[in-house]
C-alpha cells in the first residue's frame, strides 16, 4: 500500500472483472474487516469515501483480488487525506442517544444482511 491516492477511486470502480481469482479465507476476512472499519469510518466523519465504500459492501460475499485492490485505493485515499476530517454541521450539535434494544436489533440485521461474520456484531 505505497503511496498515496488523490480519490477514493479509479474510473474502474463499477466494473467487475469476472476472470479475477476469488480471495483466500483469510484475505476475504481481512477485507471484510477492514470494510467494516471503512462504513464506520464514511458514516461518521468521512461521506467522500461513500460510493466507493457502497459499492464495495456488494462484493462481501466473494470478494477477489480486483476488489481488495479497490478497496486498498481507498485506504491509500485515507492515509493521503488524513487531516481533512468532514463533518456536517448538525452531526456536531445533534445529541446522540444510547442505542436502546431496537437499534441494535437494526444495527445485527444490516451486518447479516452484509454478510459480516458474528464475530463484529
Not at 99 to 116: A, G, N, Q, S
Amino acid at each position: 500500500m505505497d503511496g498515496g491516492a488523490t480519490t477514493p477511486s479509479a474510473n474502474h470502480l463499477f466494473t467487475v472483472n469476472q476472470e479475477a481469482q476469488i480471495l483466500n479465507e483469510t484475505s476475504a476476512e481481512m477485507f471484510d474487516h477492514n470494510l467494516v472499519k471503512l462504513l464506520f469510518l464514511c458514516k461518521q466523519a468521512r461521506p467522500d469515501n461513500q460510493t466507493a465504500v457502497a459499492l464495495l459492501t456488494t462484493r462481501v460475499k466473494k470478494p477477489d483480488e480486483d476488489d481488495l485492490k479497490k478497496l486498498r485505493r481507498v485506504m491509500r485515499y485515507l492515509r493521503n487525506t488524513g487531516h481533512s476530517v468532514q463533518t456536517s454541521e448538525a452531526l456536531l450539535t445533534t445529541r446522540v442517544k444510547k442505542p436502546d434494544e431496537d437499534d441494535l436489533k437494526k444495527l445485527h440485521r444490516v451486518m447479516r444482511y452484509l454478510k459480516i461474520p458474528a464475530k463484529y456484531h
